[in-house]
């Protein structure tokens, strides 16, 4: 076994040899140090280049007049551009007219349908080392819904993407690269999965929007139909001669007026937006809620009764009914639906 000697006891030269393997030792730990703080500061760095650009709408967007927008967002919509290429994408072209129109009712509820998409399609970003692209669908993530639960999440996950990726392109910097062929086909890959990704939530977008134009149209038809059918009542009555008769009481009053609705039409009945996680896995389910309607036809109270698979779909089943309408009714009703989530529309 080998046993150290005290550098004492150890002839002046030994002494020298031994004071300088300390002193190269000692220079090694501390490099060691600086090297494992540097990952810190590298990712500070990181999160630092994460905060979204100062404008998530291009100024040519913004410059756009408020029917142009309009125009262009159902445009974009239809061809499935709902958050690419930058500059001519469905949402940026909701973000620029909402500053024109903050209390525009339809262009809230189309940014809340696509934050989930937007969504996806940061985290796919992140996942293929795109920052540029993660960046700019933050950034119109930040604008549509400032305090959106996601947003701190994806912010520290670019930052630590960015930080992993200078570590791996340092560690690699000694090898040849072929960086032109490397871009090339990380550009051919984002835009084959964009395409992809946004035709499947295209498809799914449009369902929702197809049943929620149905139920309006089914209600405006059944108004309609009441209108006319108190209308040829009204013509009818009017062609009849009528006795004089005395002034009737406030309670004979009451009783001869037409009785107000006692059943549910409906008026606007807005699909839920699919959760995200579940859309990735392809989960399916429905919820079962007990809902009252108030005088006015407005939802005053939602609950949930059965969900399967549970809690997975409860908060969008609840989001969406609360934003539904009827026609007014006499008296506050309770009643029950069931709401469907299929992920393949």
Partial sequence: MFVAKPLSSRPAGIRLLAGLVLLCAFAGCKKND???????????????AAAPPAEAVSAQVAGMSADALRTAASSAQREQRLYAPAGNNAMEYYLALRDKAPN??????????????????TEQSISRDDFTESQRLYALMAKA?????????????????????????????????????????????????????????????????AAAQAAAQQAAA????????????????SSRPQP?????????????????ATTLRAISTPAPAYPPDAYRSATAGEVVVELTVGSDGSVTSVRVVRSTPPRVFDRAALAA?????????????TTRRTIGFNPGG
């Fill in 34 to 48: 600086a090297d494992t703080t540097a990952p810190a500061g590298a990712t500070s760095a990181a999160g630092q």
């Fill in 104 to 121: 525009d009712a339809a262009v809230t509820s189309a940014l809340s349908d696509l934050m989930p998409y937007a969504l996806i399609a």
């Fill in 145 to 209: 819904d400032p305090n959106a639960p996601a947003l701190p999440r994806l912010k520290q996950a670019i930052a630590d993407g960015q930080a992993s990726l200078a570590q791996r392109t340092a560690a690699a910097a000694t090898k040849t690269v072929d960086d032109a062929k490397r871009q090339a086909d990380l550009e051919k890959q984002r835009l084959a999965d964009q395409q992809k990704t946004q035709q499947a939530t295209a498809q799914q977008l449009a369902t929702q929007q």
């Fill in 222 to 237: 059944q108004k309609a139909a009441d209108d006319r059918a108190a209308a040829a009542r009204a013509a009818a009555a």
């Fill in 244 to 260: 004089a008769s005395p002034t009737p009481a406030p309670a004979q009053a009451a009783a001869q007026a037409p009785a107000a």
């Fill in 321 to 333: 009914v609360k934003r539904w309408r009827f026609q007014p009714v006499s008296a506050p009703i």
